[in-house]
């Protein structure tokens, strides 16, 4: 049986193909450019971009399995050569946004809710994985951290509950080979809340230097974070952590609730990419 890896050149994505080829399945790596897969000996890859009905026949061949990143274009498409083929249950790598107040609206939860949707009025058997917020966004200050300037942030105090990509990946890979998990909706995050004033203290503990939190206005932090992602994308988010520090984090489900062994922590992961956040001279 074929489980095949979308997304595999993504973190969650390589993590989870990894998984599966050192327990002996059989998988194959999907890529709308698939040249520029790096993956085990032996794991076969497939071109699939989603722009492109005419790869997804070849990339779904011979597939019981699929680990979906959540992509609206062409999902319909998708999903009915996923039925023709035969495939019998998919793993969609969601996010905990969907459960927000008004996810059609919501930049962050659209994509998610949509694929979420077209797979629930399918065929296929579908598991939903929906993650808070990655320990690995830490990695949007790794470029002030490593000029040795401040970072800014508009809700400093914001409380979350980060989960390590790697943690996504086991429970996906659990989610691939048992059937605990199979049809449920499950919300993942970390074991610890933190504010990113408290991941920025753990970050500067790991480097063994201060790290300065400097809070400013909304309306700064929209005009920084318009630089790099659209405006409602950045409404979302500020939105979000806004409500975050009125209301702490709460908990869901981890891998030690899931698969019976602890989360790994925020500090492992900043321990695990301190180079990231070295000085650069």
Request: aromatic share 6%.
């Amino acid at each position: 049986m074929t489980i095949l890896i979308t997304g595999a050149r993504g973190k969650v994505g390589q993590a989870v193909l990894a998984g599966l080829h050192a327990a002996g399945h059989t998988v194959r790596a999907a890529s709308a450019k698939p040249a520029e897969l790096t993956v085990p000996a032996g794991v076969e890859v497939a071109e699939l971009d989603l722009g492109r009905p005419e790869t997804f026949a070849a990339a779904l061949r011979g597939v019981r399995q699929v680990f979906l990143y959540p992509e609206p274009a062409g999902i319909h498409e998708l999903i009915a050569e996923a039925e023709a083929a035969g495939v019998e249950h998919v793993v969609l790598l969601s996010s905990s946004s969907v459960l927000g107040p008004d996810p059609e609206q919501d930049a962050l939860a659209s994509h998610s809710l949509q694929v979420e949707r077209a797979l629930t009025a399918s065929t296929l058997t579908s598991t939903f994985l929906r993650p808070d917020a990655f320990a690995s966004n830490a990695l949007g200050w790794a470029w002030f951290v490593g000029q040795a300037q401040p970072v800014q942030l508009a809700y400093p105090d914001a409380d979350i509950a980060p989960i390590h990509p790697l943690d996504i990946a086991d429970v996906a890979v659990a989610a691939l080979t048992g059937d605990t998990l199979t049809g449920r909706s499950v919300t993942l995050t970390g074991a610890e809340t933190l504010t990113f004033r408290d991941q920025l203290a753990v970050l500067a503990d790991t480097v063994g230097r201060e790290i300065p939190v400097e809070r400013i206005t909304r309306a700064e932090a929209e005009q920084q974070l318009g630089r790099f992602m659209p405006a409602v994308m950045v409404a979302a988010l500020l939105d979000l952590w806004q409500a975050a520090e009125q209301q702490p984090a709460a908990i869901a489900d981890t891998t030690e609730t899931l698969l019976g062994r602890p989360a790994r922590t925020f500090r492992q992961w900043a321990a695990e990419n301190a180079d990231a956040f070295t000085v650069q001279h």
